[in-house]
Structure formats: structure tokens, C-alpha cells
């Protein structure tokens, strides 16, 4: 007859089978859930909506009242000509943009306003009213230096 499992072997199986699962899952640098509260310090806010569709909100990029899109190839451009400070910019996503297809997104933001010289970048879920505090985070990263070292 074969002999039960002990407790200490069950505990350990029951140990093992949680750190098997934990490993599993990809982590953020932000708890999920987690709301954004610092609006104040947010030098640059980007509506993203697709690579064709990006707008500058802040500070406003427009011509004769209406918003201009920005493509990805000429933003620095544009933030050197409206002479825009590089600390820290949100960047905000629609709905539509889930899984790999929003963690490629995140990474091809991050690298592009890396060497735009931002040293964090937040990535916010879009919400009704445009406002950025009390938005769901997706993403709130420091930037590393060495991609930050193009632009002042």
C-alpha cells in the first residue's frame, strides 16, 4: 500500500506550486489598478491613438485653433520648437490597445521619447474629460540616462 504524503512534503509541493506560478506572470513597474496623481508635474502630455494619430495636448501643438498630429520621426522637432522641458511626459492610450500589441506600443514610446532626453514617461489609460489625474497607469518608468543623453 502506498504511503500518504506528509505534511512538510505537502507544504512543500503547495510552496513550489505558487512559486512556479508567480514566475509565470510578467510584472510592470506599476501595481495594477493603481491611479496616476501627479498631473502638476507632467511636462508634456501626447494623445496616442494610433502612429498615424498622435497629438501634442500639452503644450498644445496647433495651427489656427485645430490640433496637429505628430509623427513619431519629427516630435523632437516639434518640442525643441515650442522649447518644451524634458522631464516628464504622459502619454495616453486608448481602450483599443491590450496585450502584446500595448507592450509593444510602450516599448517603442519609451525608446523614441528616451532619446527625445524625457527621464520618465508614464503611460496612462485614456478617460472621459482628457484629465490625467485619476487615470489607470499602464506603465510609469524612469528612463535610463544613456538614452537620455541626446537632447537637454
Known amino acids: ?7 512538510m512534503t505537502s507544504l512543500l509541493l503547495g510552496a513550489l506550486i505558487i512559486l512556479l506560478a508567480s514566475s509565470c506572470s510578467t510584472s510592470r513597474s506599476v501595481v495594477a489598478g493603481s491611479h496616476f496623481h501627479d498631473d502638476a508635474m507632467v511636462n508634456v502630455v501626447l494623445q496616442f491613438s494610433s502612429w498615424d494619430y498622435t497629438f501634442l495636448v500639452r503644450p498644445r501643438y496647433e495651427e489656427k485653433g485645430f490640433l ?8 523632437n522637432q516639434v518640442l525643441d520648437h515650442l522649447n518644451v522641458r524634458r522631464g516628464t511626459v504622459a502619454v495616453v492610450i486608448g481602450w483599443t490597445y491590450n496585450g502584446p500589441v500595448l507592450d509593444k506600443t510602450v516599448a517603442d514610446w519609451k525608446t523614441i521619447l528616451g532619446q527625445c532626453g ?5 503611460f496612462l489609460r485614456a478617460q472621459d474629460g482628457n484629465r490625467l489625474n485619476g487615470s489607470e497607469v499602464i506603465d510609469d518608468s524612469i528612463l535610463q540616462l544613456s538614452s537620455a543623453q541626446g537632447t537637454p
Open 1 to 7: 500500500m502506498k504511503k500518504p504524503y506528509s505534511p
Open 68 to 75: 496637429q498630429q505628430v509623427r513619431r520621426d519629427n516630435l
Open 118 to 122: 524625457f527621464q520618465r514617461v508614464v
